[in-house]
């Protein structure tokens, strides 16, 4: 998305910056934007302030909606877009959501130490490219049907129900390991392909 934007931006303070409500006759709130005065040229490169506006218009939003520094043009939302809705009347939106199923950031432990990996990172960075999939549609290694799916539980348990599903899923090793209330949304019904390909893929966001 090439095109600057040219809207209005009113400075709260050091690090906010708001779009006001009056920007448009739709919007429901105003649009608040965290992020220092050298980079608010880079943000409105592109239509992502466009996209905290329209967030702004959606029913049921509760306060502003807001914007990370780190706003780039997304899918509806900005990437960095932040917003609550109330429950009756609010909306879910798969764009605020992220459409990437699950943005794989995770820590893992080991016993090395910094002096042992620093010498060897680059090759330590090409292998970790080499086997763990990321970027969009890259799909994970763990290749399994839509009934596979089912039987796993993914679609309702998340991560827990990987676990308990077998398969190259996970195992015993990993209970306890796994981000605690991870679970999942039903598939759609009638869709049960929906996140097929993606098990064991983290994403390609670049907050990885």
């Known amino acids: 998305m090439s095109q600057a934007w040219r809207g209005p931006l009113e400075r709260i303070d050091e690090f906010r910056w708001r779009i006001p409500r009056t920007y448009k006759k739709e919007m429901r709130t105003d649009g608040i934007i965290y992020a220092s005065e050298k980079m608010i040229p880079t943000i409105c ?84 490219f080499a086997n763990v999939p990321c970027g969009v549609g890259m799909g994970g290694k763990i290749k399994v049907t839509a009934e596979e799916l089912r039987q796993a539980g993914l679609w309702l348990a998340g991560g827990p129900g990987a676990l308990r599903g077998g398969r190259g899923l996970g195992g015993r090793r990993s209970r306890g390991r796994v981000q605690p209330g991870c679970g999942a949304w039903p598939a759609p019904a009638g869709k049960p392909w929906c996140g097929k390909p993606l098990p064991g893929d983290p994403s390609g966001g670049r907050d990885l």
Do not use: W
């Open 45 to 128: 490169e592109d239509q992502a302030p466009e996209q905290v506006a329209n967030v702004a218009c959606l029913p049921g939003i509760v306060g502003y909606s807001m914007a990370m520094p780190d706003i780039h043009f997304g899918y509806g939302f900005p990437i960095g877009g932040v917003a609550a809705f109330e429950v009756k009347e609010g909306v879910v939106s798969p764009g605020g959501v992220g459409y990437d199923i699950n943005c794989g950031v995770r820590f893992i432990r080991t016993n090395l130490t910094v002096e042992e990996v620093k010498p060897r990172l680059p090759a330590l960075l090409d292998a970790i």
